[in-house]
Structures are given as structure tokens and as C-alpha cells.
Antibody, heavy 116, light 110 residues
């Protein structure tokens, strides 16, 4: 069974930094692209970033490009999202998802709060 | 900037059939966009129902189906049940690793 467990969320002040982690199990981690998707309070889903299975290809939404960095450690079956210089508008639940051409397998999410 | 469009809300009677759509602010949706349909109930993580236009994700009941209707992707629920009352989000692949989600459709079953 695919399991994804996010951690690392919390309160971070503007200009600070935070690193989210996602521990994966139940599948061969290195063979799947992975994504981060977020949801601001009361709002819809927003794709944030994706990374290829080997980690060699990374992609970002314009809203986070240059501030967030996605990475993975295939030896530890873990996905990361480094959030630098967060803004109030980055406040959201961040979901980790295995992404197989749109067949997303979702984690339960971790809440990140950036006060204004 | 490309916007993915969805109906803000829809209602269906129990046992009825409803079709939700997913379009583009400019252009037509095709299978090349790998349309994905995701269901979310309040307070829960999303769940993918349909991917790559019409493939059902593991464990998804066959009352959910996907297709291309005209210039949009479509999600059809045949024989709607009370538990189908949820928010539905489509996602489209824009190429170069980029996905875009629609604003979501709030489905009421009554």
C-alpha cells in the first residue's frame, strides 16, 4: 500500500526558512515522479513543484520559483521541499503526492503558516 | 497565463447522472493534457478518481468515468450517491513538468 507521510510544517516568519519532508513507503520510490501540491485555507488545490524519479529534473510553479527547492533522497525514500523567504500567501496545507501521469497518490498534508 | 476552468457548483439528485467539465481559458483540452480528476471532502486529503482522461484509479467505483466532450475533459458520475457530495478538481498537464489545477466544482447531492 502506498503511504506518504509529510512532516516539518509549522509557523515560519516571512524571510525565514522551512523544510518539509515526505517519507514514502509501499512502492519503489526512485521510479516515480513526485510532486508537492498546496491548498490555502478555504481555497482550491495549487500545484507547487515536481521532481523526476532520479532527481535530475525539477519543475516549479511561477509563484514559488526562485524561493522553493524540491529534492529527494532515494536512498531514504524521502521527498523534500525547502521553503526560503516564505510569504503570507504561502500559508497552506502542503501535500506530497506520487505522480504517475496524473494518477496522484496523496499524503495527508502538513500545515505551513506564514503570518502577515 | 493559462487558466483551467470548472463549474463553481453543481447539484444532482441521488441516483442521477451528472457531468462536470474541465476546460481551458484558451484552446481545447485533449488527451495530451492527461486530464486528472480528484475528489476532496472537507478536512480530508484529495483522492484521484480518474487519470489520463479515462483511466480509473485503484479502488474507484465504476460509476465514475472520464472522457473528452467537445473541447473539454469531462467527469461523469452515473447513479450519484450521497457520499459523492464533495469538491472535484481537475488537473491538466501543460508540458515541461508543469501541472495546473482548476478552481474546483462543489457538487451537492440532494
Amino acid at each position: 500500500e502506498v503511504q506518504l507521510l509529510e512532516s516539518g510544517g509549522g509557523l515560519v516568519h516571512p524571510g525565514g526558512s522551512l523544510r518539509l519532508s515526505c517519507a514514502a513507503s509501499g512502492f519503489t520510490f526512485s521510479t516515480y515522479a513526485m510532486s508537492w501540491v498546496r491548498q490555502a485555507p478555504g481555497k482550491g488545490l495549487e500545484w507547487v513543484s515536481s521532481i523526476g524519479g532520479s532527481g535530475g529534473s525539477t519543475y516549479y510553479a511561477d509563484s514559488v520559483k526562485g524561493r522553493f527547492t524540491i529534492s529527494r533522497d532515494n536512498s531514504k525514500n524521502t521527498l523534500f521541499l525547502q521553503m526560503n523567504s516564505p510569504r503570507a500567501e504561502d500559508t497552506a496545507v502542503y501535500y506530497c503526492a506520487r505522480n504517475d501521469y496524473g494518477d496522484f497518490r496523496w499524503g495527508q498534508g502538513t500545515l505551513v503558516t506564514v503570518p502577515s | 497565463q493559462t487558466v483551467v476552468t470548472q463549474e463553481p457548483s453543481f447539484s444532482v439528485s441521488p441516483g442521477g447522472t451528472v457531468t462536470l467539465t474541465c476546460g481551458l481559458s484558451s484552446g481545447s483540452v485533449s488527451t495530451s493534457y492527461y486530464p486528472s480528476w480528484n475528489q476532496q471532502t472537507p478536512g480530508q486529503a484529495p483522492r484521484t478518481l480518474i487519470y489520463s482522461t479515462n483511466s480509473r484509479s485503484s479502488g474507484v467505483p465504476d460509476r465514475f468515468s472520464g472522457s473528452i466532450l467537445g473541447n473539454k475533459a469531462a467527469l461523469t458520475i452515473t447513479g450519484a450517491q450521497a457520499e459523492d457530495e464533495s469538491d472535484y478538481y481537475c488537473a491538466l498537464y501543460m508540458g515541461r513538468g508543469i501541472w495546473v489545477f482548476g478552481g474546483g466544482t462543489k457538487l451537492t447531492v440532494l
